[in-house]
């Protein structure tokens, strides 16, 4: 099994910037493609963005597509999702999620492990 623990979460203010960190256990982070999806109360879980196995490949939600931008350092088992120009719509718990395999990035029936999640607020 793998996993997955996020964090950097916290408070901002909107417009400021805050970097998330999802870290791997096991050696073999570079088989898997991650995403990172997010939830609100009272929401569903909402897709935000995905890199692909060698970090050649990324996807973005429209509603962060220009705002937040993914990366990922294998040799540190660890993926980061910089968020900037933050709205208040962007709070949420924030999840990373792994995928062994997949087509469709945006679908989270194509991840395999979940992390715990991280809260995200942004106050106006």
């Known amino acids: 099994q793998v996993q997955l623990v996020e964090s950097g979460g916290g408070l901002v203010q909107a417009g400021g910037s805050l970097r998330l960190s999802c870290t791997a256990s096991g050696r073999t982070f570079s088989l898997y493609a991650v995403g990172w999806f997010r939830q609100a109360p009272g929401n569903e879980r909402q897709y935000v963005t995905t890199i692909s196995q060698s970090g050649g490949s990324t996807y973005y939600a429209d509603s962060v597509e220009g705002r937040f931008t993914i990366s990922r350092d294998n040799a540190k088992n660890t993926v980061y999702l910089q968020m900037n120009s933050l709205k208040p719509e962007d709070t949420a718990v924030y999840y990373c999620?792994?995928?062994?395999?997949?087509?469709?990035?945006?679908?989270?029936?194509?991840?395999?492990?979940w992390g715990q999640g991280t809260q995200v607020t942004v106050s106006s």
């Open positions: 999620a792994a995928a062994k395999t997949g087509f469709l990035p945006r679908l989270g029936s194509q991840y395999d492990y």
